[in-house]
């Protein structure tokens, strides 16, 4: 249901070119491109692997979101604007209402190396949290990004790419934001601070393969990104920082995550390692009970 | 509001030419048809019918919806979305969350007379049901409709009809669904199973008019459809099946449906019988609350 | 992030003309415009004027909207949509479940002169609360139209405006509507009745400038319109008519409203006063516990 050889969509910026969806510019004053995207689910799981008894049904709309993005006034300043309406979209699961916002950002573009976002959208953590759901490999993404990733986040976005004079190039990245994950309330002021360091020794991917799973590209040489992230999350209320469960009082968090994508000919190879640490993870109330942050390790490895 | 001129929208498979909203196409690689429906209400009752004096006013937006529809890559690759806003669409009063999400289906059609689909769509039930609410006589559906009908749930469907040598033919309608209703959660191993037969002995309705109420098509020769349903739904959660609240446990539900719709020269004519039976319509929690299965018969008569 | 030239957007009709978004029309048979506007946010308190230590902040997506406007069939017949996604724009924080529709309204033009309206829109109350979002000079609404404004209601609304033989004009404006709010449940008997007047003794201001803030489009002769609003909401059940709370009980309101608007050559100064009033504030339940409609005075000036 997705055109596989559409332009990647980033979760990290507007797109200027789109193959599907409707397209409307004006000179080069407007542009709105309006998708959508959906994703049916069938699955079941036995109860056991002598028991071929079928033991539990997934069976619904996973994903149904539609997608607003390009620029107004200047193709400087872009746009990007993503809505989600299923039942797992609009965060009801964990989160008690709706939440249909999934990114609204707004861009300024210096020159395409570097620019500056402001709006909500996903902080720049772990390679495949970023990778948007129509390119990821597999239809879910891993249980180790469940638990550490740093999901989206509303505060200023900054991103710059330094070309060498040789073919490799660093991406600088980095975020100040609230802390409290997608669509806060008026909030306390511990914010959160992320910085991400990508280094690509050979160059850059074909089609910003460094950001989707699989090789579709088929680079004919050798490719590879290695990131690291830092974010520091003061006075943090829930359980997985941007994401999970309250916790009865603000903690200060931290997340170290590596990650490297590697794509040659075909294959591609992606490893995420995470850690999340607090200094005090364990919160009580005045009854005695107990929420905890989700502190610990985690690896990720896909090819 | 609406142009009663168009084609008659179908609930069971996407439109392909419309006459209203915007229509955006490709070659025959990409199409995309964006609408959406308005209906307010203002209704009162009065207090009985000598006392005049208004009793209850119903004053309010009793639907919007935003619809999608189209084909991707294929005109054989068909997909219907429809979103609902209102607080009636977004089954607030009974369910307790927001689920805009109406219909998220792709069809893949083998021919005119074959296709099949896969998503979150109406079940093949009783006819009043699946007339687009754009197509109704009345602005509401009937009572026993709401009783007894089997609504959306999520699955596989399949369409086939069967065009005899004669003018008459058969049109057979399937679906294995959750049996849960809209936007359900993970849920169990109970499925729900739905086949339908329907016999038009004279042929083909205009303009799919064995779907829509009152014959605004005038038919010069008389037109017939009979139709018959049988639901089985293992293991359903709510008092009635795809609807209702949360039983105390899971039960056996089926539904049978018997209904007709003759149109000739200005006149249509709709009846429909239901049946819902379960071999153990009681549920009762620990401290002996009762939650009970709808079991029982209705009919729905309109002319 | 709005392109301050286009045309003033009012949300008292809908708009024919727009320069940015989506645009689509056939013949004089049909028009459907689409846009959206998004605002983001970015604010903090200091702890006191001394300690600079900052206290509270606010970093949210503030604004989502999605409006679609336009005719079907005849340019007479128009509607207004309007969906709003973010957090504050769902009503979550003051009503318990999510209400995504703003405004959905059809409206029949009889000559540009007269117009009728029948769905869910702004009352025409105090002049602040009608000017559209986009074309206010702070990013927010005064604390006195916070108290006292009429907010959105569904029902039935009128618009006259006569024409003196001189430059004046008068503007004549009607409503009755639920008195409940956005999205009711099905309602009482007690509806709300607002009246509105405006006059304006020098005439039209250029690009409809009495109900945009700031003076953008630099008016060269003094412009002055002066208005008056009552509304009657019986049985009323939220602390403020149309928004708050809900009351223990009913209760009767009355809210009068006068403000004026003046520019000149680049200057804009508005004027509202308000005040509420109610035959029996306080209402009590079984427990002794108290709700009280908000009755007072209020002012607000901006220049």
Excluded: C
């Excluded at 200027?16 to 542009?31: E, R, T």
Aim: proline letters at 3%; aromatic letters at 14%.
């Amino acid at each position: 249901f997705q055109d596989s050889f559409a332009q990647n969509e980033s979760d990290e910026r507007a797109l200027i070119k789109v193959k599907n969806g409707i397209s409307i510019s004006k000179d080069s004053l407007f542009l709105l491109n309006l998708r959508f995207r959906m994703q049916n689910r069938f699955g079941f799981t036995t109860a056991s692997g002598e028991d071929l008894e079928i033991d539990q049904v997934d069976f619904r709309v996973r994903r149904l979101r539609l997608r607003l993005d390009g620029y107004v006034l200047n193709p400087r300043i872009q746009y990007y604007i993503q809505l989600g309406f299923s039942k797992s979209d609009l965060d009801l699961e964990s989160g008690g209402y709706a939440q249909p916002i999934r990114d609204a950002i707004v861009y300024y573009y210096f020159n395409p190396n570097f620019y500056v976002g402001f709006g909500q959208s996903k902080l720049p953590g772990n390679r495949e949290r970023v990778v948007s759901s129509g390119n990821l490999q597999f239809a879910d993404r891993s249980i180790a990004n469940g638990f550490f990733t740093l999901d989206r986040d509303f505060g200023f976005f900054g991103y710059y790419t330094y070309q060498t004079n040789g073919q490799s190039q660093f991406q600088l990245k980095g975020s100040i934001s609230t802390g409290e994950g997608r669509n806060p309330s008026v909030g306390d002021k511990g914010l959160s601070y992320t910085g991400r360091i990508e280094y690509l020794p050979f160059g850059k991917f074909k089609n910003n393969g460094d950001y989707s799973e699989g090789d579709l590209e088929f680079e004919e040489l050798p490719k590879l990104s290695v990131g690291m992230t830092y974010n520091w999350n003061e006075n943090s209320h829930r359980t997985r920082g941007q994401l999970g469960s309250l916790l009865y009082e603000g903690r200060d968090m931290n997340v170290f995550i590596a990650d490297a994508m590697f794509k040659y000919s075909g294959w591609g190879v992606m490893a995420e390692f995470f850690k999340r640490g607090s200094n005090d993870p364990i919160t009580m109330n005045d009854k005695g009970d107990i929420k905890v942050v989700f502190i610990g390790i985690g690896t990720n490895l896909q090819l």
